[in-house]
């Protein structure tokens, strides 16, 4: 498992190209969510930062500060997303090295409640995911 860094960026360079569909999917669809993160965070901080101001200072007008809510809103929604991003593409690679493994991607480093997912043997008719199970 000791490898340079070199040679460890190589071989995730290759796992992406061999798997590009599935990063390729994963990138539009995390894109989207990334969007809608993003808005429906600065919308929900912006709307009760405004309520609670009028709340607060009924005599004074709010556009500073809804202008303030929105600004910041947005630097912290898009830190946060970042890093769900991050998380996401991070999960996707081991996932993907795992289900590459010669040991048929099994082991001691997957959960049981994913070990399902990279079982070769099982058609995907025949996987079960009834969370009840699962838990």
């Known amino acids: ?5 070199c040679e460890s960026a190589k071989k995730a360079c290759a796992l992406i190209l061999r798997n590009f ?4 999917t994963v990138a539009v669809l995390g894109r989207m969510i990334h969007a809608v993160g993003i808005l429906f965070i600065v919308s929900c901080t912006t709307i009760v930062g405004y309520f609670t101001f009028r709340g607060l200072h009924e005599d004074l007008s709010p556009e500073v500060a809804v202008l303030v809510y929105i ?4 630097i912290i929604a898009r830190m946060f997303t970042s890093v769900f991003e991050l998380a ?3 999960t996707l690679q081991c996932f993907l ?4 493994a010669p040991d048929g991607g099994g082991g001691d480093f997957v959960p049981p409640q994913l070990a399902h ?3 070769d043997s099982l058609k995907p008719e025949e996987i079960d995911v009834d969370r009840s199970k699962q838990l």
């Open 117 to 119: 997912w990279l079982d």
């Open 1 to 5: 498992w000791a490898r340079t860094f």
């Open 88 to 90: 996401v593409d991070s």
């Open 71 to 74: 600004v910041l809103s947005y």
């Open 21 to 24: 569909a599935r990063f390729g």
């Open 97 to 100: 090295a795992r289900e590459e």
